[in-house]
């Protein structure tokens, strides 16, 4: 812009001089022949008065030659014939006729005439005064013309307009370095300002620019200097808001996602990605949600918006297959105007899980409390109603009576050490400093009866003594339940390992049987309540069906990992690490 300025005005002002250079030698030029011409007739005034009577009655030229050599004119005396009488020029020979001269056709017509034109005499262009002299009668008697080169006046001029270039120039050289000064020094604040804006405009807020000014460009500075400040506090809070939605939206566990009118997606948080399947490298803000992921649940979502935009919605859809979501949408208004719709994804598949699970457990708990109840109910009025008084039936239906409610008695404090389990804040649990090698091996003391009735052996592959801080009651009962399905769920004569190990402040216990193994298919499912893999053949074995998810609570509680490896013939075997000390 400084650039720009600067050639205009400079070429503004060379234009400007320039004319007025050119005006001034054009008005001078003419006020120069208009001097000379007045001079020329005043001297012919003088000749006529004074030089020419005394010239006409004697004949003498001397006066005349005396005032032509001392003014530098050429004088021409005719006769009103057209003949010259008298010459100032000396060496021009015999002149012609000069009659029909227009200065002297002029004259003759009693008129002073000024001409200007080329002189085949002289061979130079003239400027001529024609003057006529009257008699007493106001005749025309002779024609005095006095004459001048033109060049002659070129030489004064050609002086004039250098003088004029010379002035010309040195103005504009002197202006434009003026101008060039006022103009840095003016449009120095504007530059300063330029700059203060454009790092404002590429954020780099909070900054002040000290310029102490009265007038507009003090105003402007002023001006940019609040709106520094005021962006610089807008953004600061924005930002901050910005990071408090973003923290917020995050951690989320319930997908989020904001789309326009169009269905083009505004923002959309991680868990959003997960729900969606979209990789989190994948850019799609901007992108329409249909073109991100059709599937039917979305399609399903889109023909709510259509149906209903302003209608606040909330809905169940299965995604995946195996996912299940609670969908809530509400619109975004601005301007009592709907610009865009929040849609929310609640995964409610673990709760719709656990409601089955609990529909299951209470299912299972109530099969499973009925069948002895029924046994022992059904026994005792088989002995009311028939009177049975034989000593070995009474004896045989006493033992089913007691097998069955010893069964229940089981069952019932299964259930109590489950709900323990799953309630850790329900009752005081002790941590004490075990040494879980001796604790095996009272275990095994424990266990013996049922290994020897199966020709088994119990085997412990411990190092070294092993410390773990734990609650005794929960790590006997854990280690009990592995280690007496191990035993139930093998062959005779088989052996039953337990491998103690420790590293990094991590205890790991293995507990292997080479038994009749787990399908694949069955892995997973084991640690659920009243899951059996052989329904029969657990209900033959005593089991209740709750020992491993018994096992499975007292590894979580402790902040421990359970993993299982088994092969359908030839074993399982359970692998459990737990850290070595408590918090």
Same mark, same amino acid.
């Given at each position: 812009m400084?650039?720009?300025?600067s050639?205009s005005?400079?070429v503004i002002?060379?234009?400007s001089i320039?004319?007025c250079?050119?005006?001034?030698t054009i008005?001078?030029r003419?006020?120069y022949?208009a001097?000379?011409e007045?001079n020329?007739?005043?001297?012919s005034?003088?000749?006529?008065?004074y030089?020419l009577?005394d010239?006409?009655e004697t004949?003498?030229?001397?006066?005349?030659?005396?005032?032509?050599q001392s003014?530098n004119?050429?004088?021409?005396i005719?006769d009103?014939q057209?003949?010259?009488?008298?010459?100032?020029?000396?060496?021009?020979?015999?002149l012609?006729n000069?009659?029909? @001269?227009?200065e002297?056709?002029g004259a003759?017509?009693g008129?002073?005439?000024?001409?200007?034109?080329?002189?085949?005499t002289?061979?130079?262009e003239?400027?001529?005064?024609?003057?006529?002299?009257?008699?007493?009668?106001?005749?025309?008697k002779?024609?005095?013309?006095?004459?001048?080169?033109?060049?002659?006046?070129?030489?004064?001029?050609?002086?004039?307009?250098n003088?004029?270039?010379?002035?010309i120039?040195t103005t504009i050289m002197a202006?434009t370095l003026?101008?060039?000064?006022f103009i840095?020094?003016e449009?120095k604040?504007l530059?300063e300002?330029?700059?203060?804006?454009?790092?404002?405009?590429?954020g780099?807020?909070?900054q002040?620019?000290t310029?102490?000014?009265?007038?507009?460009?003090g105003?402007l500075?002023?001006s940019?200097?609040?709106?520094?400040?005021q962006?610089?506090?807008?953004f600061?809070?924005?930002?901050?808001k910005n990071?408090e939605?973003?923290?917020?939206?995050?951690n989320?566990n319930?997908g989020?996602?904001?789309?326009?009118?169009k269905n083009?997606?505004v923002?959309?948080?991680?868990?959003?990605?997960?729900v969606?399947r979209?990789p =989190?490298?994948e850019?799609?803000?901007?992108?329409?949600?249909l073109?991100?992921?059709?599937e039917?649940f979305i399609?399903e979502?889109?023909n709510?918006l259509?149906?209903?935009?302003?209608?606040?919605?909330?809905f169940?859809?299965?995604i995946h297959?195996?996912?299940?979501?609670?969908?809530?949408?509400?619109h975004i208004?601005e301007?009592?105007?709907?610009?865009?719709?929040?849609i929310?994804?609640?995964d409610?598949?673990?709760l719709?899980?656990?409601e089955?699970?609990? =529909?299951?457990?209470?299912a299972?708990?109530?099969?499973?409390l009925k069948t002895?109840i029924?046994?022992i109910?059904?026994?005792?009025?088989?002995?009311?109603v028939?009177?049975?008084?034989d000593?070995k039936?009474l004896e045989?239906?006493?033992s089913?009576?007691y097998?069955e409610?010893?069964?229940?008695?089981?069952?019932?404090?299964?259930?109590?050490v489950?709900?323990?389990?799953?309630n850790?804040?329900g009752?005081? @649990?002790?941590f004490?400093l075990?040494?879980?090698?001796?604790?095996i091996?009272?275990i095994?003391d424990i266990?013996?009866?049922s290994a020897?009735?199966?020709?088994m052996?119990l085997?412990?592959?411990?190092q070294e003594?092993?410390?773990?801080?734990?609650?005794?009651d929960e790590?006997r009962?854990?280690m009990i339940n592995l280690i007496?399905?191990?035993i139930?769920?093998?062959?005779?004569a088989? @052996?039953?390992?337990v491998?103690?190990?420790?590293q990094d402040e991590v205890?790991?216990?293995?507990v292997?049987?080479h038994?009749?193994g787990?399908?694949e298919?069955?892995?997973d499912?084991?640690?659920?309540?009243?899951? =059996?893999v052989?329904?029969?053949?657990?209900?033959?074995?005593?089991?209740?069906g709750l020992?491993?998810?018994?096992?499975?609570?007292?590894?979580?509680?402790?902040r421990g990992?359970?993993?299982v490896s088994?092969q359908?013939?030839?074993g399982?075997e359970?692998k459990?690490?737990?850290?070595?000390?408590?918090?």
């Amino acid at each position: 812009m400084k650039k720009r300025l600067s050639i205009s005005l400079t070429v503004i002002i060379i234009v400007s001089i320039t004319i007025c250079g050119l005006f001034t030698t054009i008005s001078y030029r003419q006020s120069y022949y208009a001097d000379t011409e007045n001079n020329i007739k005043k001297s012919s005034n003088y000749i006529m008065n004074y030089l020419l009577p005394d010239f006409l009655e004697t004949g003498n030229k001397k006066n005349l030659d005396n005032f032509a050599q001392s003014t530098n004119v050429r004088m021409t005396i005719i006769d009103t014939q057209g003949d010259v009488i008298y010459e100032s020029v000396q060496g021009l020979g015999a002149l012609e006729n000069h009659k029909n @001269r227009p200065e002297i056709h002029g004259a003759m017509a009693g008129q002073q005439t000024t001409e200007v034109r080329f002189s085949n005499t002289i061979k130079d262009e003239m400027i001529y005064v024609a003057t006529p002299y009257f008699d007493e009668d106001k005749e025309v008697k002779a024609v005095l013309r006095i004459s001048m080169p033109v060049n002659a006046m070129d030489d004064a001029m050609f002086e004039m307009i250098n003088n004029i270039i010379f002035v010309i120039l040195t103005t504009i050289m002197a202006t434009t370095l003026l101008i060039n000064y006022f103009i840095n020094r003016e449009m120095k604040p504007l530059e300063e300002a330029s700059v203060f804006a454009r790092e404002i405009a590429s954020g780099k807020y909070g900054q002040q620019l000290t310029m102490i000014r009265e007038d507009q460009i003090g105003e402007l500075v002023e001006s940019l200097n609040q709106m520094s400040i005021q962006l610089d506090n807008s953004f600061t809070e924005m930002n901050q808001k910005n990071a408090e939605l973003t923290a917020i939206l995050s951690n989320m566990n319930h997908g989020v996602i904001a789309i326009d009118k169009k269905n083009h997606i505004v923002h959309l948080n991680e868990a959003a990605r997960k729900v969606l399947r979209i990789p =989190r490298n994948e850019h799609v803000i901007g992108h329409n949600i249909l073109e991100v992921y059709r599937e039917s649940f979305i399609l399903e979502l889109m023909n709510y918006l259509e149906n209903d935009p302003s209608e606040k919605l909330s809905f169940e859809s299965r995604i995946h297959s195996n996912q299940i979501l609670r969908v809530y949408i509400n619109h975004i208004e601005e301007n009592n105007s709907i610009n865009g719709h929040i849609i929310i994804f609640e995964d409610i598949t673990l709760l719709k899980n656990l409601e089955k699970m609990r =529909r299951d457990f209470v299912a299972n708990v109530s099969h499973e409390l009925k069948t002895p109840i029924t046994t022992i109910k059904g026994f005792i009025e088989t002995i009311q109603v028939n009177h049975i008084t034989d000593p070995k039936t009474l004896e045989r239906f006493y033992s089913i009576i007691y097998e069955e409610s010893d069964r229940l008695s089981r069952l019932v404090s299964d259930i109590l050490v489950l709900s323990q389990l799953e309630n850790k804040g329900g009752f005081e @649990r002790r941590f004490e400093l075990l040494h879980i090698d001796m604790e095996i091996k009272q275990i095994f003391d424990i266990l013996k009866l049922s290994a020897e009735a199966k020709s088994m052996a119990l085997e412990l592959n411990s190092q070294e003594s092993i410390e773990l801080e734990f609650v005794a009651d929960e790590f006997r009962q854990m280690m009990i339940n592995l280690i007496d399905n191990a035993i139930k769920y093998s062959e005779p004569a088989n @052996r039953v390992e337990v491998t103690l190990s420790e590293q990094d402040e991590v205890v790991t216990i293995q507990v292997r049987d080479h038994g009749y193994g787990i399908p694949e298919k069955d892995v997973d499912r084991i640690f659920e309540r009243f899951y =059996r893999v052989d329904k029969s053949r657990s209900k033959e074995k005593g089991g209740t069906g709750l020992g491993l998810a018994i096992v499975k609570h007292i590894v979580h509680n402790n902040r421990g990992t359970i993993a299982v490896s088994s092969q359908v013939g030839e074993g399982t075997e359970f692998k459990i690490s737990l850290p070595k000390f408590k918090d």
